[in-house]
T-cell receptor
Framework: KAGVTQTPRYLIKTRGQQVTLSCSPI?????VSWYQQTPGQGLQFLFE???????NKGNFPGRFSGRQFSNSRSEMNVSTLELGDSALYLC???????????????FGPGTRLLVL | QKEVEQNSGPLSVPEGAIASLNCTYS??????FFWYRQYSGKSPELIMS????GDKEDGRFTAQLNKASQYVSLLIRDPQPSDSATYLC??????????FGTGTRLTIIP
């Protein structure tokens, strides 16, 4: 069974631009969570989607948004990029959302975004 | 703000000794605790979960939870160089959001 895939793997953008990252969960998994990882702040939760609905959201500005499609694939978008948005963006999928499914949550390889 | 704190390290441990990684958290009502391992340039992978006070053993790994003192630890017995990685502690603070510490970088010295 294929793992979580994320595209693109690397991305370079300039300040003010916007970016869209994609995540395809493990086949059969319906919940997708997004995280941002930086050396200073560590791994921070962005949002979680299930059945095309956002279930949970972290403490990030409105420039960060996401969506999920009927096939469970998810995208996240960052508008008006700032230098501080440079990070590794990780997507994780699980069968179902919520507490009971954290043990079956698998991370993708991540998209490394550099904002210049 | 709910927080999870870890010593960033690096923590150097001789091969064959016991590696001890510690984590403290800020919210007394937290019920779910996880340890992830992240190799350099790779994504995190879950190695242990613990929900009740006490010890939980899985192979060479033992997770210890003390809710009264609000800390959770991970012991690695007989560590090998392949265990060299960053270890992330994560806590669910009631609202199902997984909150991570910044991680402890562990180096096993041959």
């Amino acid at each position: 069974k294929a793992g979580v895939t994320q595209t693109p793997r690397y991305l370079i953008k300039t300040r003010g631009q916007q970016v869209t990252l994609s995540c395809s969960p493990i086949s059969g998994h319906r919940s997708v969570s997004w995280y941002q990882q930086t050396p200073g702040q560590g791994l921070q939760f962005l949002f979680e989607y299930f059945s095309e609905t956002q279930r949970n959201k972290g403490n990030f500005p409105g420039r960060f948004s996401g969506r999920q499609f009927s096939n469970s694939r998810s995208e996240m978008n960052v508008s008006t990029l700032e230098l501080g948005d440079s990070a590794l963006y990780l997507c994780a999928s699980s069968l179902l959302p919520g507490l009971a499914n954290r043990e079956t949550q698998y991370f993708g390889p991540g998209t490394r975004l550099l904002v210049l | 703000q709910k927080e999870v704190e870890q010593n960033s390290g690096p923590l150097s441990v001789p091969e064959g000794a016991i590696a001890s990684l510690n984590c403290t958290y800020s919210d007394r009502v937290s019920q779910s605790f996880f340890w992830y391992r992240q190799y350099s340039g790779k994504s995190p992978e879950l190695i242990m979960s613990i929900y009740s006070n006490g010890d939980k053993e899985d192979g060479r790994f033992t997770a210890q939870l003390n809710k009264a003192s609000q800390y959770v630890s991970l012991l690695i017995r007989d560590p090998q160089p392949s265990d060299s990685a960053t270890y992330l502690c994560a806590v669910i603070f009631g609202n199902e959001k997984l909150t991570f510490g910044t991680g402890t970088r562990l180096t096993i010295i041959p």
